[in-house]
């Protein structure tokens, strides 16, 4: 087969592009760490989710601390977020690695905040799981990207980032009371 | 001899596919239009914003499916009849366009019950406003996924008809090679069969007893696992038929021949090999897929690249070798030795423009890390516009220019209006897209009716939310007239009665490097059907596997109004 000497030019270069796109991304994932979203969120039953049966945390959706970690529970449904959308925006410390694990109780929802790394589909019987870390605070916008019915347009909320030292004071009030209550509880017994 | 003399069954055959293809055409631009008046709030009278998603799903099922596939109906019996010269075997190919009509009809009754009410039919809402994606647990009436159905096995059936001309051609013919327009048409076929797949055991083995409720759930992730196999590949199906216009038809109007018939074949069987194994890209952002697959996909679709960058390469050294026919001298300056106000010619030229441009921002969405920040955004139905909106469909009316005269005997009507037609689309779409893009990075979504929200506001990145709002409505606007007017050209055209000589042909002139010089292993369909189906085994076999193993309904999901 006769190939043309520019041909030839032309082929290599397309082949280094195309190893130079590739070598790019998996330095993003590996040297940088863009880390993916894969199947570590594990699965769980949509029906259990709707009717707050899960027996997981996502029966009682907002911001958890696990190991030592800050993990946000969000639970998405036709046409909000548990917590996220209206005046329950999720709040997480500046500065610190926050994990969200999503999911959905009725059909395929999206789960992006605006302008950051933080972009995942939502699908009914499947827990999304992301990891980031907010450096700024302030409020970014939150929007379910992916057409979940009639009211899709209205689904949307926020993430309030606060700074670390404010975060950690109402942190320990919550904490306080939650004491507080088992102490209750412990002295009822 | 014309064509339509020479071939006046098939001549027929086409004249119907085109027509149908051509009134979806409309519909979905009236469609187009009144999304991107909505959208961007300039205008919000024609429909409510819960609405605007059946006027979405039809956009996107009457132009990404209906018209498509009719009008490559349409090319690809025209393209065998006129390089095998001999008329399509008539009963395969006539049942083939009555199945895809009968599918259409299902399909875009089902949608248009959403905007009146929705009626109870046979004891289902008639409403689809599932969008083209169909995305269980949303359901729509079971009329939509049977329609559907019947559209892709229509389209089986024909590519049935464009094979069985190729076995009779091939007795009459022994030791010959495959005339390259068929060539062309065949792998796309083979592509096509292998990869349809997918959707077709998604909507009969699962969405349509499922509608009907003869199942209770369905795997959300299994079954749009199925769709995006089939959904990249797709995408190849409309882009090889504006190959092969590029590639055998546009040389000639460049006043040329093509560069090379060798590489023509190596980039379809490229296509055929590497078009399937890449739908996980569509996945990125999915949970439940181990990043490894996604890799894998990513890979995959990165060397997808390398027979798009080939064609560049030979379309263009095909045009400038066209110019340099007509007397051009200088490396750039053989452009302007080039039929620019010919709307077959200018419209191929800007499509592929557009193309390259479409390319790159696809490049950014192949990049598994950097789709982060575009992921769902407007930036995709941007890139998307300029790749099966512009390089496609632009290529399509272009080429209908040349071939509608050929499958009539009747001359091209309005060729004022028609001239100006490419670029009227090219100016529409450059504003519109540009805009998209821009909006993308923004952060704003696709699919929605109303892109603003009570709890934060867009901040534009290049440029103002608002100045963007603006240019995709404008965009939208000149896109509809662009429409419009190459729908006047052909109403016009084929209303009008027989007369005078045709000033173009349906001869294509052999290549400077011919088929002699092409290995003959590339004519081998078996071997690169096998190779194909072994590399889909590899990057889809693990991963739906393990989504079966959890039981084929399991998680389940049972259906969702909308």
Same mark, same amino acid.
């Given at each position: 087969?006769?190939?043309?000497?520019?041909?030839?030019?032309?082929?290599?270069?397309? *082949?280094?592009?195309?190893?130079?796109?590739?070598?790019?991304?998996?330095?993003?994932?590996?040297?940088?760490?863009?880390?993916?979203?894969?199947?570590?969120?594990?699965? *769980?039953?949509?029906?259990?989710?709707?009717?707050?049966?899960?027996?997981?945390?996502?029966?009682?959706?907002?911001?958890?601390?696990?190991?030592?970690?800050?993990?946000?529970?969000?639970?998405?449904?036709?046409?909000?977020?548990?917590?996220?959308?209206?005046?329950?925006?999720?709040?997480?410390?500046?500065?610190?690695?926050?994990?969200?694990?999503?999911?959905?109780?009725?059909?395929?929802?999206?789960?992006?905040?605006?302008?950051?790394?933080?972009?995942?589909?939502? *699908?009914?019987?499947?827990?999304?799981?992301?990891?980031?870390?907010?450096?700024?605070?302030?409020?970014?916008?939150?929007?379910?990207?992916?057409?979940?019915?009639?009211?899709?347009?209205?689904?949307?909320?926020?993430?309030?980032?606060?700074?670390?030292?404010?975060?950690?004071?109402?942190?320990?009030?919550?904490?306080?009371?939650?004491?507080?209550?088992?102490?209750?509880?412990?002295?009822?017994? | 001899?014309?064509?339509?003399?020479?071939?006046?069954?098939?001549?027929?055959?086409?004249?119907?596919?085109?027509?149908?293809?051509?009134?979806?055409?409309?519909?979905?631009?009236?469609?187009?239009?009144?999304?991107?008046?909505?959208?961007?709030?300039?205008?919000?009278?024609?429909?409510?914003?819960?609405?605007?998603?059946?006027?979405?799903?039809?956009?996107?099922?009457?132009?990404?499916?209906?018209?498509?596939?009719?009008?490559?109906?349409?090319?690809?019996?025209?393209?065998?009849?006129?390089?095998?010269?001999?008329?399509?075997?008539?009963?395969?190919?006539?049942?083939?366009?009555?199945?895809?009509?009968?599918?259409?009809?299902?399909?875009?009754?089902?949608?248009?019950?959403?905007?009146?009410?929705?009626?109870?039919?046979?004891?289902?809402?008639?409403?689809?406003?599932?969008?083209?994606?169909?995305?269980?647990?949303?359901?729509?009436?079971?009329? +939509?996924?049977?329609?559907?159905?019947?559209?892709?096995?229509?389209?089986?059936?024909?590519?049935?008809?464009? +094979?069985?001309?190729?076995?009779?051609?091939?007795?009459?013919?022994?030791?010959?090679?495959?005339?390259?327009?068929?060539? @062309?048409?065949?792998?796309?076929?083979?592509?096509?069969?292998?990869?349809?797949?997918?959707?077709?055991?998604?909507?009969?083995?699962?969405?349509?007893?499922?509608?009907?409720?003869?199942?209770?759930?369905?795997?959300?992730?299994?079954?749009?696992?199925?769709?995006?196999?089939?959904?990249?590949?797709?995408?190849?199906?409309?882009?090889?038929?504006?190959?092969?216009?590029?590639?055998?038809?546009?040389?000639?109007?460049?006043?040329?021949?093509?560069?090379?018939?060798?590489?023509?074949?190596?980039?379809?069987?490229?296509?055929?090999?590497?078009?399937?194994?890449?739908?996980?890209?569509?996945?990125?952002?999915?949970?439940?897929?181990?990043?490894?697959?996604?890799?894998?996909?990513?890979?995959?679709?990165?060397?997808?690249?390398?027979?798009?960058?080939?064609?560049?390469?030979?379309?263009?050294?095909?045009?400038?070798?066209?110019?340099?026919?007509?007397?051009?001298?200088?490396?750039?300056?053989?452009?302007? #030795?080039?039929?620019?106000?010919?709307?077959?010619?200018?419209?191929?030229?800007?499509?592929?423009? @557009?193309?390259?441009?479409?390319?790159?921002?696809?490049?950014?969405?192949?990049?598994?890390?950097?789709?982060?920040?575009?992921?769902?955004?407007?930036?995709?139905?941007?890139?998307?516009?300029?790749?099966?909106?512009?390089?496609?469909?632009?290529?399509?009316?272009?080429?209908?220019?040349?071939?509608?005269?050929?499958?009539?005997?009747?001359?091209?009507?309005?060729?004022?209006?028609?001239?100006?037609?490419?670029?009227?689309?090219?100016?529409?779409?450059?504003?519109?897209?540009?805009?998209?893009?821009?909006?993308?990075?923004?952060?704003?979504?696709?699919?929605?009716?109303?892109?603003?929200?009570?709890?934060?506001?867009?901040?534009?990145?290049?440029?103002?939310?608002?100045?963007?709002?603006?240019?995709?409505?404008?965009?939208?606007?000149?896109?509809?007239?662009?429409?419009?007017?190459?729908?006047?050209?052909?109403?016009?055209?084929?209303?009008?009665?027989?007369?005078?000589?045709?000033?173009? #042909?349906?001869?294509?002139?052999?290549?400077?490097?011919?088929?002699?010089?092409?290995?003959?292993?590339?004519?081998?369909?078996?071997?690169?059907?096998?190779?194909?189906?072994?590399?889909?085994?590899?990057?889809?076999?693990?991963?739906?596997?393990?989504?079966?193993?959890?039981?084929?309904?399991?998680?389940?999901?049972?259906?969702?109004?909308?």
């Amino acid at each position: 087969m006769q190939v043309h000497r520019f041909e030839k030019v032309w082929l290599g270069a397309a *082949i280094l592009l195309i190893v130079g796109f590739i070598a790019t991304i998996a330095y993003g994932s590996v040297g940088v760490g863009v880390g993916m979203v894969g199947d570590s969120g594990g699965q *769980i039953s949509a029906e259990a989710v709707q009717n707050s049966n899960t027996g997981t945390q996502f029966d009682d959706p907002g911001v958890v601390k696990e190991d030592g970690q800050y993990v946000v529970y969000v639970v998405a449904r036709q046409f909000q977020f548990s917590p996220g959308t209206g005046d329950t925006p999720i709040r997480v410390p500046a500065g610190e690695n926050v994990t969200f694990r999503v999911t959905s109780a009725d059909v395929v929802h999206g789960f992006s905040v605006v302008e950051t790394n933080i972009n995942t589909m939502v *699908i009914p019987g499947q827990v999304s799981e992301v990891s980031a870390r907010f450096n700024e605070p302030g409020t970014y916008g939150l929007i379910c990207h992916e057409y979940c019915g009639a009211a899709h347009h209205t689904m949307g909320g926020s993430v309030e980032v606060v700074p670390p030292e404010e975060y950690d004071m109402q942190q320990e009030n919550i904490d306080q009371s939650a004491d507080d209550a088992q102490a209750q509880e412990g002295a009822d017994q | 001899m014309v064509f339509v003399d020479s071939y006046p069954k098939t001549s027929k055959l086409v004249r119907s596919e085109f027509l149908v293809s051509f009134i979806a055409l409309g519909i979905g631009a009236l469609f187009g239009v009144i999304q991107a008046l909505h959208r961007t709030g300039v205008f919000r009278g024609f429909v409510s914003s819960a609405d605007y998603y059946t006027i979405l799903t039809g956009h996107g099922v009457l132009l990404a499916l209906v018209f498509t596939t009719f009008f490559i109906a349409g090319l690809f019996t025209w393209a065998v009849a006129n390089s095998l010269e001999r008329e399509l075997p008539q009963r395969i190919a006539w049942s083939a366009f009555w199945i895809m009509l009968t599918g259409t009809v299902l399909a875009a009754v089902s949608i248009i019950g959403g905007i009146v009410g929705s009626p109870s039919i046979l004891g289902h809402d008639l409403e689809a406003d599932v969008l083209f994606t169909f995305y269980a647990p949303m359901k729509a009436h079971p009329a +939509f996924y049977i329609g559907a159905a019947l559209i892709i096995v229509g389209s089986w059936v024909a590519g049935l008809a464009y +094979f069985k001309s190729l076995w009779d051609w091939r007795s009459e013919n022994p030791g010959e090679r495959i005339p390259l327009q068929t060539f @062309m048409v065949l792998t796309t076929m083979l592509m096509w069969y292998v990869s349809t797949i997918g959707v077709a055991v998604e909507v009969v083995a699962f969405l349509i007893p499922w509608s009907l409720g003869l199942i209770q759930n369905v795997d959300p992730l299994l079954t749009r696992t199925l769709f995006w196999y089939f959904g990249h590949p797709v995408v190849y199906f409309w882009l090889m038929p504006a190959y092969l216009v590029w590639y055998t038809i546009l040389p000639k109007l460049a006043g040329g021949r093509l560069f090379s018939d060798p590489l023509a074949r190596v980039v379809f069987v490229a296509f055929l090999l590497l078009s399937t194994p890449v739908g996980f890209h569509h996945q990125y952002t999915d949970p439940g897929i181990p990043s490894g697959y996604k890799f894998i996909a990513m890979t995959n679709t990165m060397f997808l690249l390398l027979p798009s960058l080939l064609t560049a390469f030979t379309v263009v050294a095909s045009v400038e070798h066209g110019a340099r026919q007509r007397g051009a001298k200088g490396y750039l300056s053989w452009l302007r #030795n080039l039929p620019w106000g010919k709307p077959a010619f200018a419209g191929c030229m800007l499509a592929g423009l @557009m193309f390259a441009a479409g390319g790159f921002s696809g490049m950014i969405n192949a990049g598994m890390n950097i789709n982060y920040l575009i992921h769902n955004t407007i930036w995709v139905p941007g890139h998307f516009h300029l790749t099966v909106g512009t390089a496609f469909a632009l290529t399509a009316m272009a080429i209908s220019y040349w071939l509608v005269p050929q499958i009539t005997g009747k001359k091209l009507k309005q060729r004022s209006l028609a001239s100006v037609q490419p670029y009227v689309w090219f100016v529409g779409m450059a504003i519109m897209s540009n805009a998209m893009h821009r909006a993308g990075l923004a952060g704003i979504p696709r699919r929605t009716a109303e892109p603003t929200y009570d709890e934060f506001a867009f901040e534009g990145v290049a440029g103002t939310v608002g100045e963007m709002r603006i240019q995709i409505a404008i965009g939208g606007f000149l896109l509809f007239v662009g429409a419009a007017m190459f729908l006047i050209v052909m109403a016009d055209t084929l209303l009008a009665r027989r007369g005078g000589t045709l000033s173009v #042909n349906s001869n294509i002139p052999e290549p400077l490097s011919g088929a002699d010089h092409s290995p003959r292993i590339l004519d081998n369909y078996k071997l690169w059907t096998a190779i194909a189906l072994l590399l889909i085994v590899i990057a889809y076999g693990p991963p739906l596997a393990s989504m079966v193993a959890d039981g084929l309904f399991a998680p389940g999901s049972p259906p969702i109004p909308v």
